[in-house]
């Protein structure tokens, strides 16, 4: 049974810091690339930092270039996200997805996902 449980999801202020863990089970994690999407109220689903199979290459999206980084660890199966100078725009829920293989050299769509976690919130006010 295939399973991304995410956590470290909260109440941040502005210029505050989160980071977010994904532990993956039930299938071979390093044969998947594995990232993070998020939805805020009333927008479409989109992609924020994606990492290749062996971790050599990430991808995010251009809002959030500087501030996040994504890294893996294959011996645990698990994915993070040390958000930094978080905003009030990066409110919404965040997912974990993956997919397999390593041809994707880009984040990918939503529609491009294998698997996907339940999601954790994360609100930045102050």
């Known amino acids: 049974q295939v399973q991304l449980v995410e956590s470290g999801g909260g109440l941040v202020q502005p210029g505050g810091s989160l980071r977010l863990s994904c532990a993956a089970s039930g299938f071979t994690f390093n044969y998947y690339g594995i990232g993070w999407f998020r939805q805020a109220p009333g927008k479409e689903r989109e992609g924020v930092s994606w990492i290749r199979p062996s971790g050599g290459s990430t991808y995010s999206a251009n809002s959030v270039k500087g501030r996040f980084t994504i890294s893996r660890d294959n011996a645990k199966n698990t994915v993070y996200l040390q958000m930094n100078s978080l905003q009030p725009e990066d409110t919404a829920v965040y997912y974990c997805?993956?997919?397999?293989?390593?041809?994707?050299?880009?984040?990918?769509?939503?529609?491009?996902?294998?698997?996907w976690g339940q999601g954790t919130q994360v609100t930045v006010s102050s």
């Open positions: 997805a993956a997919r397999i293989g390593g041809r994707l050299f880009r984040l990918p769509k939503s529609a491009e996902v294998n698997y």
